[in-house]
């Protein structure tokens, strides 16, 4: 709203009000930024921040809700229409604002400590003399082989059936190939 800066008339007592109206735009609350800028307006006629306020709000919100007159839109199409946009960049210095972006905290990386062996409980008996051999080649390892290959005999390959499955009554009759023939 810069380029209006020469046509904005405003009286002191007015400045906080649309102070509100700016806060009140940017928590979204449009409705009651359009009624306070419309009393500025009904106040004074020559309120062009007022009628600009006024339209940008309404923007905003659905189109019934305030039915604009005529001379709110002409101001400031007329004004708009004047602009001169190489005057604007001439007199204006564009500067970018970047917002404070926290700084990475450097941490420490962490080491992995370098654990040691673990010895053995009694490091003076004798080494086990089937350690070097495959599992299953160990005698310890059969005896458990042979405990487990035990638990297993006897039982069913995995196919059983429920006493409800089973017809209760009926009659079986055997036929032979022979007779068939």
Not at 24 to 49: F, G, R, T
Request: with cysteine; hydrophobic share 25%; aromatic share 10%.
């Amino acid at each position: 709203m810069y380029f209006f800066k020469s046509a904005i008339t405003t009286s002191a007592s007015d400045h906080p009000f649309k102070l509100g109206c700016k806060y009140l735009e940017d928590q979204n609350k449009h409705k009651e930024a359009v009624e306070i800028y419309n009393q500025l307006y009904s106040k004074n006629k020559e309120d062009k921040l007022a009628q600009i306020g006024i339209l940008y709000n309404q923007s905003f919100l659905p189109e019934n809700y305030l039915e604009l007159p005529r001379e709110y839109v002409d101001v400031v199409v007329r004004d708009v229409r004047f602009i001169d946009a190489e005057e604007l960049e001439a007199d204006y210095k564009v500067t970018f604002h970047y917002e404070d972006q926290p700084k990475p905290v450097k941490t420490k990386v962490k080491k992995n400590k370098k654990r040691r062996n673990k010895k053995p409980k009694n490091p003076t008996g004798n080494p086990d003399p089937e350690r070097w051999l495959h599992k299953y080649e160990r005698a310890i390892y059969k005896k458990q082989a042979k405990r487990r290959k035990d638990a297993t005999k006897g039982l069913t390959q995995g196919s059983t059936t429920t006493v409800a499955s089973k017809p209760t009554t009926g009659t079986i009759t055997a036929t032979s190939n022979a007779l068939k023939r």
